[in-house]
């Protein structure tokens, strides 16, 4: 068996639903409405979110959209503004839940500071 190499760039959190991180979006397209969603994972690159299916706005591979804040335990939430791209969407329609992948664009230092505290705070647990 060959040994696994980590080959991302940076520090990841991993959730579970259970968890309750939430993350609430806005979409470049559609800033009036707001998504919420669970956070599966998160990193100074990007973040992987789940929705149900049942949504009405589901974003699309190529979209913008903002990370407006993250929610969790009271002393985790806090305030991001983090402009991403959508990379990729899984959607198979058998699944009640979709996945979607994104990675930040143009990230402000506050924010940075914010998360890589919050990925350090929860690999610490």
């Known amino acids: 068996m060959e040994n696994y190499e980590e080959k991302r760039k940076f520090r990841r959190a991993f959730f579970t639903i259970e968890d309750d991180i939430i993350g609430l979006f806005s979409l470049a397209?559609?800033?009036?409405?707001?998504?919420?969603?669970?956070?599966?994972?998160?990193?100074?690159?990007?973040?992987?979110?789940?929705?149900?299916?049942a949504k009405s706005i589901i974003p699309k591979a190529g979209d913008r959209i903002?990370?407006?804040?993250?929610?969790?335990?009271k002393s985790l939430?806090?305030?991001?503004?983090?402009?991403?791209?959508?990379?990729?969407?899984?959607n198979p329609p058998m699944l009640k839940h979709i996945g979607i992948g994104c990675e930040f664009i143009n990230i402000p230092e506050s924010s940075m500071k914010q998360l890589d505290e919050f990925v350090d705070s929860w690999q610490e647990k």
Not at 83 to 90: S, Y
């Open 66 to 73: 903002v990370l407006m804040q993250i929610k969790a335990q």
């Open 77 to 90: 939430s806090f305030l991001v503004n983090i402009d991403a791209e959508v990379k990729w969407v899984l």
């Open 29 to 53: 397209s559609k800033p009036d409405k707001t998504v919420i969603a669970y956070i599966l994972n998160l990193s100074m690159g990007g973040i992987y979110f789940t929705l149900d299916t």
